[in-house]
C-alpha cells in the first residue's frame, strides 16, 4: 500500500464517515475531527485491514469506536442526575408528559401511519431520523441511538454509560415517544 | 386499569426487558381497547425494524458532503502524518 491510500479514503469515503458521524453527534465540526481522527487511526493500523471486509466498513467500524469513546465523555461530563429537581431531567419529562393528558390518556389520538415511509428514500429516510434524533435531548438520543441502532443489549448501554435500568428505561421510553411524535409529523404532514 | 400512559410505558420496557406475568396482562386487556396505544406498539416495533434494517443492511446515510475546507484539512493532516511503514523499514 502507498501513502496515497489514506487520501483516496478520504475521497472516497470521507463523506459516507461525515453523514455517519452525525447521526450520532450534533456538531458538524465535532463529526470532522471525529472523520480525521478515524482515518488517522486506520492509517496506523492498515496492515491489520483484512481485504475480505468492505473497506467503508472497516473504517466505519473505527469511527463506532470513537463515537462510543465520545459518549462515555460526554456521559461522565453530565452525569445523569439522581434527583428529579434537576433541569434536563425536568424538561425531558414534561416533555413526555405533554403527550398525554392529566387523566393519563393521549392528548391527541394517534395516526395510522400506514406504508408511507415505503416512499422514502435511503437518504430522505436518514435526514427524517436525523432531524428527530436532533429534537430530543442529547442524552434521549445517546441512549436511543445505542439501543435501537447500534442494537446494544440494556445491560451494555447501563454498563458503558454508568446508569441504571431503570434510567435507561424511562429515558427510552421518552425517546420512543418523541421519535414517534417528530415522525408521525413529518410522515403524515 | 392502566391509563394510556402507563400502557406506553409497558410497551416501551418491553422492548428492554421481560415484562413480568401481570405487567402483561394489564397491557394485553388496555391494548384491547385502545386504538391508539395499539397503533403505539405497532410504530415502536415499526420504528425498531426500520432502523435495524437500515442499519444492519449496511444502508448507511450518505447524504450529508464533508465540507470541502474539512477535506483539506485532514489531507494535509494526513500527508503529514509520519508513514508507519517506511518508518519501520528504515
Known sequence: ?189 | MLTCKDASRLISEGQDRKLSQREKIGLRLHLWMCDSCRLFEKQVGHLRQALRRGWSGGDLPTDKQLPEEAQERIRKVLKEHPNDDSNSST
Open chain 1, 1 to 189: 500500500m502507498s501513502i496515497s491510500d489514506p487520501e483516496r479514503w478520504l475521497e472516497e469515503h470521507g463523506s459516507a464517515l461525515y453523514s455517519f458521524a452525525l447521526l450520532h453527534v450534533r456538531d458538524g465540526h465535532r463529526a470532522e475531527d471525529l472523520v480525521q481522527e478515524t482515518l488517522l487511526a486506520a492509517l496506523k493500523a492498515r496492515e491489520r485491514f483484512q481485504g475480505n471486509a468492505s473497506l467503508r466498513t472497516w473504517l466505519i467500524g473505527i469511527l463506532k469506536h470513537k463515537i462510543m469513546d465520545e459518549f462515555r465523555r460526554q456521559s461522565r461530563e453530565a452525569p445523569i442526575p439522581d434527583s428529579p429537581e434537576d433541569a434536563w431531567d425536568a424538561a425531558e419529562a414534561r416533555r413526555a408528559a405533554e403527550n398525554f393528558t392529566d387523566n393519563g390518556r393521549w392528548s391527541q389520538p394517534l395516526t395510522n401511519w400506514g406504508d408511507s415511509e415505503q416512499d422514502f428514500s435511503r437518504d430522505q429516510f436518514w435526514s427524517l431520523i436525523e432531524q428527530c434524533l436532533a429534537a430530543l435531548s442529547p442524552r434521549m438520543a445517546r441512549l436511543f441511538v445505542l439501543r435501537e441502532l447500534w442494537e446494544m443489549e440494556t445491560k451494555e448501554v447501563c454498563k458503558e454509560l454508568a446508569i441504571t435500568p431503570t434510567n435507561l428505561w424511562t429515558t427510552l421510553h421518552r425517546a420512543r415517544l418523541g421519535m414517534r411524535q417528530c415522525l408521525e409529523k413529518n410522515l403524515c404532514a
